[in-house]
């Protein structure tokens, strides 16, 4: 059973454009929600993460939106950057000593 | 402090011979998971543990499959009987608090 499921599976963006990556979940019992970053040949990073007791976290040029109601989070890339093309992996966790669950990726890439 | 690794970071093997992996986690890190990505994939999880003792094991883990985390510091994953579908990169993760810090992994093919 998939239990995050992300969208779109690519992504070509023009360098300084804004790159949105969506997902949502199923199970309500989920309040962690982590954005990794992978690059060829490596284990993915922790971008950025939320909890659902707010609407919005900033980092720097990353930005996640999340809607507890629809049960619907995203990744807002500003000013994308060539560095920036890697696949993007949503998940879902439900406490912090749990299991996570990925979604099932997005490869992009950023046009100079 | 150097992060997660694993050891090795590419297995080649043949079908029905056994393999196992290690992974060091960040030090005095108490948790740690292992997961199974497959080519255009997310991770999935496989098990974890808390210390030394393995608190859960996804249905993925098939009995040819162990992992053991002898004395709460690295862990091992062994697969016995190898089958071509168990080629995929094998990864670990570390945790003390929140976030989990992932290893580069190890990419193992059965021929």
């Known amino acids: 059973q998939q239990q995050v499921k992300q969208s779109p599976q690519s992504l070509i963006v023009q360098k300084g454009g804004i790159s949105i990556i969506n997902c949502a979940y199923e199970n309500t019992a989920f309040d962690y929600f982590p954005w990794y970053q992978q690059f060829p040949g490596k284990g993915p990073a922790l971008l950025i993460a939320i909890r659902p007791d707010v609407s919005e976290k900033k980092e720097g040029r990353f930005t996640i939106s999340f809607n507890k109601s629809a049960k619907q989070f995203s990744l807002h890339i500003m000013d994308s950057q060539p560095g920036d093309s890697a696949t993007y992996f949503c998940?879902?966790?439900?406490?912090?000593?749990?299991?996570?669950?990925f979604g099932s990726g997005t490869r992009l890439s950023i046009r100079p | 402090d150097t992060g997660v690794s694993q050891n090795p970071r590419h297995k080649i093997t043949k079908r029905g011979q056994n393999v196992t992996f290690r992974c060091d986690p960040i030090s005095e890190h108490n948790r740690l998971y292992w997961y199974r990505q497959t080519l255009g994939q997310g991770p999935e999880f496989l098990t974890y543990?808390?210390?030394?003792?393995?608190?859960?094991k996804s249905r993925l883990l098939s009995d040819r499959f162990s992992a053991e985390r002898p004395k709460g510091s690295f862990s091992t994953l062994e697969i016995q009987r190898t089958e071509q579908g168990d080629s995929a990169m094998y990864l670990c993760a570390s945790t003390g608090a929140e976030t989990q810090y992932f290893g580069p992994g190890t990419r193992l093919l059965v021929l």
């Open positions: 543990f808390q210390n030394e003792a393995q608190l859960e």
């Open positions: 998940a879902a966790g439900g406490g912090s000593a749990s299991k996570i669950i």
